[in-house]
């Protein structure tokens, strides 16, 4: 069974960093792209950030382009997101989701980050 | 970069069929087939029922179903039942290892 579980989210204030992981468990991690999409209460989902299957490559949304950083241990089937000089509309549920076939296959539960 | 347009909701009484439309432009559901649509119900994980435009990943039922036409995706459920009430999301990549999602749209079943 695909499971991703998220940890790491928290209260800080603003311009202040936290580091989110997600491990994951169920397939094979080595070999999958990963993703962070996050949701502010009430609203819609956004993606945030991409990492290939060997980390060589990311990409982010222009709003954490420059503070925000991905990576990944695939000894430990683990992705991160490093998040630098937080603000308050960076309060959101962040989850992580593997790819399959450029689309989010499977989700963890995500782990809340309030910047306040 | 700001949001796929989809409409904010829609309703249909148990059975009928309801569709929701995604428009994007010509750099995202114009151009890529990599359009997808996630179910997600309050408090729980998102759960993807539809990629590749119109694929089904195994288990999702056959009344979901996808399609595209020019800058535009389409959702359909048809046979709405009372679980299918949620929010529905679509998604484009958008070039360079870039995802967009819509706004969403929350489906109410009468």
């Known amino acids: 069974e695909v499971q991703l579980v998220e940890s790491g989210g928290g209260l800080l204030q603003p311009g202040g960093s936290l580091r989110l992981s997600c491990a994951a468990s169920g397939f094979d991690f080595s070999n999958a792209w990963m993703h962070w999409v996050r949701q502010v209460p009430g609203k819609g989902l956004v993606w945030v950030s991409y990492?290939?299957?060997?980390?060589?490559?990311?990409a982010y949304a222009d709003s954490v382009k420059g503070r925000f950083t991905i990576s990944r241990d695939n000894g430990k089937n683990t992705v991160f997101l490093q998040m630098n000089s937080l603000r308050a509309e960076d309060t959101a549920l962040y989850y992580c989701?593997?790819?399959?076939?450029?689309?989010?296959?499977?989700w963890g539960q995500g782990t809340t980050v309030i910047v306040s | 970069q700001s949001a796929l347009t989809q409409s904010r909701s829609v309703s249909g009484s148990p059975g009928q069929s309801v569709t929701i439309s995604c428009t994007g432009t010509s750099s995202d559901i114009g151009t890529y087939d990599f359009v997808s649509w996630y179910q997600h119900h309050p408090g729980r994980a998102p759960k993807l029922i539809i990629y590749?435009?119109?694929r089904r990943p195994s288990g999702v039922p056959y009344r979901f179903s996808g399609s595209k036409s020019g800058n535009t995706a389409s959702l359909t459920i048809s046979g709405l039942q009372v679980e299918d009430e949620a929010d529905y999301y679509c998604?484009?990549?958008?070039?360079?290892?870039?995802?967009?999602f819509g706004g969403g749209t929350k489906v109410t079943v009468l």
């Open positions: 590749d435009v119109s």
């Open positions: 990492i290939n299957s060997d980390g060589s490559y990311t």
């Open positions: 998604c484009s990549h958008t070039g360079s290892y870039t995802w967009m």
């Open positions: 989701a593997r790819d399959v076939s450029y689309a989010m296959a499977a």
